[in-house]
């Protein structure tokens, strides 16, 4: 049961990373009459839901008893404010980081940001080092160097993208790569800092899950207010909305669960093969589907560096040394 359990939550965590990078690059690219919708307004409905899914996985760990429901949420948010506020700076990092990547997917084809975006690994173990003084061996460091190496080969500028940069407004590649780079940063400070909280309480993933979205919630709609306040006045906060739109916040707010149950379920092996096969789905898909990429050989070796890179990262050799305790 446990096996199926483990590879099932990495056929999701591939599905839904696979189909949001390029639902959401499909969506913030197609031409379409009237406006489009506005990100800010889509992250702060992602949380929501995030939270209604949060609060009915709780239910049912309250064996459906909506009296032990309302007692947990009572007891481990209201009546622990501090710990509450705790998840405030990364629910607003986390919120910051779920509008950069709208911004990024509207500037770089689904390939390059799926690449780039790997960034994450190396800012989340650095920060593991300097918050959570973790160690890391040889073959995470080793990765780490490969995992730059390619995601610098990704980036190199080609004749086709200098060509294809004359189509796009002005600097929008350069934007893209910015938001990604600070998504990574503000990825791995948060994720650290979350699992921080996580191995200083003994709250429910779940209900962690309820506090970040609340606050989420709370920052997204300030954004809105202060970045797209005057169109939502205008056209509404649901402007532009249609099925594609709600099946690319349904997407975003899956995401989060997706990861607790991995990291529940499987390792970080299999985390990896899930990262690197979404990576090589979303290439293949960008290419043939959404046809904004045209892969280069400098391309295919930094995408391999970076898988190589993802795996390496989570290899153990005293497991692949003694495969009867694995």
Not at 99 to 112: G, I, M, R
Not at 134 to 141: A, D, R, T
Not at 173 to 193: D, E, K, N, P, T
Not at 283 to 288: A, E, N
Request: aromatic fraction near 12%; charge should be positive.
């Amino acid at each position: 049961m446990s096996a199926n359990l483990k590879y099932l939550s990495l056929g999701i965590l591939v599905f839904q990373t696979t189909s949001l990078v390029l639902t959401m690059r499909y969506s913030r690219t197609l031409k379409e009459e009237g406006p489009r919708y506005l990100s800010s307004t889509a992250v702060v409905v992602a949380e929501l839901l995030k939270i209604m899914a949060c609060i009915l996985l709780v239910y049912k760990d309250s064996k459906c008893s909506l009296r032990a429901l309302n007692r947990v949420l009572h007891d481990e948010i209201l009546n622990k404010p501090m710990e509450t506020l705790k998840l405030a700076i990364p629910s607003g990092i986390y919120t910051l980081q779920n509008n950069l990547l709208y911004v990024a997917l509207s500037n770089l084809d689904a390939a390059t940001y799926q690449v780039t975006y790997q960034l994450k690994i190396l800012t989340t173990a650095l920060f593991s080092v300097s918050m959570l003084s973790k160690k890391l061996g040889v073959y995470q460091w080793l990765s780490l160097v490969i995992l730059m190496t390619g995601v610098a080969f990704v980036q190199w500028p080609s004749d086709s993208q200098e060509l294809d940069s004359k189509e796009l407004s002005a600097g929008s590649q350069f934007v893209g790569l910015m938001a990604v780079l600070i998504a990574c940063f503000s990825s791995g400070f948060a994720g650290v800092y979350f699992e921080k909280i996580l191995k200083e309480t003994k709250q429910s993933v779940w209900i962690r899950n309820i506090q970040l979205g609340f606050f989420g919630s709370i920052f997204g709609l300030m954004g809105v207010y202060i970045y797209d306040g005057e169109l939502v006045s205008k056209n509404g906060f649901f402007q532009g909305y249609n099925r594609l739109t709600w099946i690319v916040v349904v997407l975003q707010a899956l995401g989060g669960l997706v990861i607790a149950a991995v990291i529940k379920y499987a390792d970080n092996i299999l985390k990896g093969f899930a990262t690197s096969l979404s990576i090589i789905l979303s290439t293949l898909i960008s290419y043939f589907w959404l046809q904004d990429f045209v892969p280069t050989s400098v391309f295919f070796l930094g995408a391999i560096l970076v898988i190589t890179a993802t795996f390496l990262y989570g290899y153990d050799p005293k497991l692949a040394g003694n495969p009867t305790k694995a």
